[in-house]
């Protein structure tokens, strides 16, 4: 599906508003338009409009002019009142204005010397008698004119200001369904994240995900506020005017359609250069993103082995390209947008000047200059929109690449969440001839069989890269094993939904995360099933109430983002209290006691031996004193199991396991 109709898919969702929204647009709008077209009728009909056939009165009336003693009334204003003489005219002759005593045609060329009004049309030349009114009296005549522009005036204004009103519900409404639009996209995008498998994010750094979220997502809102409001006004814009240019003249309005064509080609070649210069923005822009965000969490090493020059010529060349692209654009932008209209603006009002200026020779040609100040003025207001039009079609791109980078993110296979509950589960865990690879044949995991007992503690051991962590992250189903199966109470981990399965496992990572708010909250997860007297009793059992007991607030002492506030020790005894408030039937602690002191190891110990009971227990670690309790170890060596036994087994048979724990204990020269 493509990226238009999924936008279109998530604007429905608030299409009630968003129609609602656009039609108070297409009321402002139209109320707008019609400011011409009332000048046109003020300036035709009131302000040029005594030049017209005029009849004589007896008495002195509301619309009436006093000149030369008697009282005249124009023909528009004469129904219903008593005539009392010929019918006379006043025209106009340059910048004066003439008072003939008898009708003439009000078309055609004139002149006025000593009293002689001569009009001539085609072949007929016609001379009437006349006089000039003087500038002392002609206001006169425009007196009955200045109520009704005073009307139609305060008509306009009242236009203006209930489209003022529109304008603002429109603007109002769509920002609105704009944010709820954005606000259910975010909250999609966010789920879908968390459905997305952990290998996903193996090679995705954070930062270019939290560019998608935010940068990504607001460049889509742009385009339900201003872009959509911005095309559908220009396009109500345009409609409206080519009608009132029909109506004033065809011939001209035709002549200006010329314009669509132009701007349909315009609009593609635009999009097809600037399509591309924004997808390189958008994906530097991520890059940049993921580096500052590596470099904030980064800083201690980079200050520490002095890499401060060499991340900011990294810094450096992304932000150069960036910089280079966005210049493209802005160059793009600035070659078709103003000066492009700026040309056809020219050209059209050139169209008009030659059209009403060949129009002029001929006398049957000729329109009044209310007509003529429409056309200018439509003409220049047809160029507004389509000026908007073109500004807006760098948000309309940045929109489009935005909303297929997250749509890309979207279209990512997750994993539905479940609902599904399951009993606590016994904990009997098998691996039965499990391999395993990240990538393609490069199997990090051969053949790997087991059993895990309820209850039973299963040390996992090796040197680096042996395997140890992938077998733990296969129980989890962080992936899922290539080969062969892994079972627990006899049923295949792979026919458990993902969430039903983890609901009793727990984990201790060797980095332990805590998360912004409370040691208490750190510890429950806000999960309501977790009290307050579970997070306590947690805490309690690890060991932590003689760790925290010199904080000022307790449990409820505040932990700012990954816990850096705290000491290592103290974020791992967290850690280990959180799994432990979930009663995992089957615990597992990754190199858990790594990074931890002598003396806060030994608090843990003394706990472990109560929390293993009646769990099963899984152990990943270096430290081999840690394990000498454990009831099975598996010594790993390149994927493979290469011994197995307690710790006194395999000491009995001073096999690879013997050799690592002596050379731990310093009897072995390395």
């Given at each position: 599906m493509s990226v238009g109709r999924r936008l279109t898919q998530y604007a429905l969702h608030m299409k009630g508003m968003i129609v609602f929204a656009l039609f108070m647009l297409t009321i402002a709008v139209a109320a707008e338009l019609g400011g011409p077209y009332i000048a046109k009728i003020v300036i035709d009909d009131h302000v040029l409009g005594i030049e017209s056939n005029w009849?004589?009165?007896?008495?002195?009336?509301?619309?009436?002019?006093?000149?030369n003693g008697n009282y005249y009334v124009r023909e528009k204003y004469a129904s219903g009142v008593q005539k009392a003489g010929a019918e006379v005219s006043v025209v106009q002759?340059?910048?004066?204005?003439?008072?003939?005593?008898?009708?003439?045609?009000?078309?055609?060329?004139?002149?006025?010397?000593?009293?002689?009004?001569?009009?001539?049309?085609?072949d007929r030349v016609e001379n009437f008698s006349a006089q000039k009114i003087p500038a002392t009296e002609l206001f006169g005549f425009f007196q009955p004119e200045v109520k009704r522009i005073a009307g139609w005036l305060s008509f306009y204004l009242g236009l203006l200001i209930?489209?003022?009103f529109f304008q603002y519900g429109q603007r109002y409404y769509l920002q609105k369904a704009a944010n709820r639009i954005i606000q259910k996209m975010r909250n999609d995008v966010f789920q879908h994240i968390s459905r997305l498998p952990i290998k996903y994010f193996d090679n995705l750094p954070a930062g270019k995900v939290v560019a998608r979220i935010t940068n990504d997502t607001e460049a889509i809102r742009d385009l339900y506020v201003t872009v959509l409001s911005t095309f559908f006004a220009s396009a109500i814009n345009m409609i409206g005017i080519y009608i009132a240019l029909f109506i004033l003249d065809v011939q001209l309005a035709s002549i200006v359609l010329i314009l669509i064509p132009i701007l349909v080609v315009w609009i593609w070649f635009y999009r097809k250069y600037a399509s591309k210069y924004n997808r390189v923005i958008r994906s530097k822009n991520s890059e940049i993103n993921a580096m500052v965000n590596e470099s904030i969490?980064?800083?201690?090493?980079?200050?520490?082995?002095?890499?401060?020059?060499?991340?900011?010529?990294?810094?450096?060349?992304?932000?150069?390209t960036h910089f280079e692209y966005q210049n493209k654009l802005l160059n793009l932008n600035s070659l078709l947008s103003h000066n492009m209209v700026n040309i056809l603006r020219t050209a059209a009002l050139f169209a008009l000047v030659w059209y009403f200026g060949a129009g002029s020779l001929q006398i049957q040609s000729f329109v009044t200059l209310g007509v003529l100040y429409a056309f200018v003025e439509y003409l220049s207001r047809l160029f507004h929109p389509v000026s908007g039009i073109v500004n807006q079609l760098a948000n309309l791109e940045q929109a489009l690449v935005a909303g297929e980078r997250v749509f890309k993110l979207m279209d990512e296979d997750g994993v539905d969440v479940e609902d599904q509950k399951m009993q606590r589960y016994e904990g009997n865990v098998a691996f039965k001839d499990v391999s395993f690879a990240y990538k393609g044949d490069d199997y990090v995991l051969k053949n790997i069989s087991f059993e895990a007992k309820k209850g039973e503690t299963v040390a996992l051991v090796g040197h680096t890269g042996s395997g140890k962590s992938s077998i733990m992250n296969l129980l989890f189903r962080f992936y899922d094993s290539s080969k062969g199966e892994i079972v627990i109470d006899g049923k295949n981990i792979q026919d458990i939904p993902l969430q039903t399965l983890r609901?009793?496992?727990?984990?201790?990572?060797?980095?332990?995360?805590?998360?912004?708010?409370?040691?208490?909250?750190?510890?429950?997860?806000?999960?309501p099933r977790i009290s307050r007297e579970i997070v306590e009793k947690a805490l309690k059992d690890v060991g932590a109430d003689r760790v925290f007991t010199h904080l000022e607030n307790g449990y409820d002492e505040p932990v700012i983002e990954k816990g850096s506030t705290l000491s290592s020790g103290q974020r791992q005894l967290i850690s280990f209290a959180r799994a432990l408030a979930f009663n995992p039937a089957i615990l597992i602690l990754d190199e858990a006691t790594s990074s931890i002191d002598t003396e806060t190891e030994s608090i843990i110990q003394?706990?472990?031996?109560?929390?293993k009971k009646g769990r099963t227990t899984f152990m990943i670690a270096h430290r081999l004193s840690t394990i000498k309790n454990a009831d099975q170890i598996l010594v790993l060596d390149r994927g493979e199991i290469v011994e197995k036994g307690s710790h006194d087994e395999l000491m009995e048979k001073?096999?690879?396991?013997?050799?690592?724990?002596?050379?731990?204990?310093?009897?072995?020269?390395?």
């Open positions: 009849y004589q009165v007896n008495e002195k009336a509301t619309d009436t002019v006093e000149f002759v340059e910048r004066d204005f003439i008072f003939v005593n008898e009708p003439v045609p009000l078309t055609g060329g004139r002149s006025f010397e000593n009293g002689v009004l001569t009009i001539s049309e085609n209930f489209a003022a969490n980064g800083m201690t090493i980079i200050q520490a082995f002095r890499r401060e020059k060499k991340t900011n010529e990294e810094f450096e060349e992304l932000n150069k609901d009793h496992m727990g984990i201790v990572l060797q980095d332990p995360y805590l998360f912004t708010g409370t040691i208490a909250s750190n510890v429950s997860l806000d999960d003394e706990a472990m031996e109560v929390l001073k096999g690879k396991y013997y050799q690592m724990y002596e050379l731990q204990k310093g009897n072995i020269a390395s």
